[in-house]
């Protein structure tokens, strides 16, 4: 009995002192919920301890964006966001997505995203990218592939052809690298789900789990890093990271429809084309469940 009041008690005193180190800003809609839970994962090169306005603004970018999703029956989904994706942006018109949070934060971030997928964002939950060093590091490192050799000053990624233990800081470098790669965003997008799967393995792995020392650490460089939606709170973020992982061991990382990789706009630049009907047709499925996995 006593052991389990001092677990209990560990538990709660480690969720308590980790929620009030998490920035929270007002970043949800209010709009009508849809069925099952959806979570906006963004990363950002906000940088820890930088200032959060009222409205959510940083004049920060969000370069990372993922949608997380747990539909009704139980099937989970992570989904890349391009950032390069032509989509209307709220009072804007059509820009590309990474321009919603330059424009307006979090708060305009999810409009955009629950416009353009038909699915109502019910967590946000920001990184800033120095934050995944930290993360990495509390963990000790994490496992990624690469499937050529890369020496990128751009991001500062160097790795060999193969699988590897990286740190904190080839682990940044990993998932922010692109102009080596001649798919650029589409190609770093994958890198990104590699590592998101690879942290979520990691992070609940025996060597971490039941290890006190190891569960502070995350816990504080974790928290520390994160800004989240005004009701989203370690909890939260926990069960967002075993979904995550579900559905990575799952193979369910669907990729959104896209017409044109390549599509000139007139004040955007390159941008990604998606189709309308595709791309509704594409996230009704996520949203009941019924989406194609690789597992499949």
């Known amino acids: 009995m006593l052991a389990l009041v001092i677990v209990l008690a560990w538990g709660t005193g480690l969720t308590v002192w980790s929620n009030s180190r998490i920035d929270h800003v007002p970043a949800l809609s209010g709009a009508e919920d849809t069925p099952g839970t959806t979570y906006l994962i963004a990363g950002s090169d906000r940088r820890d301890g930088e200032a959060v306005d009222e409205d959510g603004t ?69 990184i800033g990218f120095d934050g995944v060093s930290d993360v990495v590091d509390s963990v000790g490192h994490v496992n990624l592939c690469i499937d050529q050799d890369v020496d990128d000053e751009k991001s500062g990624l160097v790795m060999a052809e193969g699988c590897h233990d990286v740190g904190g800081e080839q682990a940044l470098a990993f998932v922010r690298a692109r ?36 569960q502070v650490r995350l816990a504080g460089a974790g928290s520390g890093a994160l800004t989240t939606s005004e009701d989203t709170g370690i909890l939260d973020v926990g069960r967002m990271a075993l979904t995550a992982r579900g559905a990575m061991n799952a193979g369910s990382t669907p990729t959104i429809p896209i017409e044109d990789p390549q599509y000139r706009t007139e004040h955007s630049g390159v941008a990604i084309l998606t189709d309308d009907e595709d791309i509704a047709a594409f996230f009704a499925a996520v949203g009941d469940g019924s989406a194609e996995t690789s597992a499949k």
Do not use: C, W
């Open 58 to 126: 940083t004049g920060a970018r969000a370069d990372t964006m993922m949608l997380l999703h747990k539909a009704p029956g139980g099937n989970s989904y992570l989904v890349s966001l391009p950032r390069d994706t032509l989509v209307e942006i709220p009072g804007y018109g059509g820009y590309k997505l990474n321009a919603a949070y330059s424009f307006g934060g979090a708060p305009l971030l999810v409009e955009t995203v629950e416009e353009f997928t038909g699915l109502t964002v019910d967590h946000y939950v920001e």
């Open 179 to 214: 102009y080596f790669d001649p798919t650029a965003d589409l190609g770093r997008q994958q890198r990104q789900q590699q590592f998101v799967g690879a942290l979520m393995e990691r992070a609940t792995s025996p060597s971490v789990m039941l290890n006190p020392v190891a």
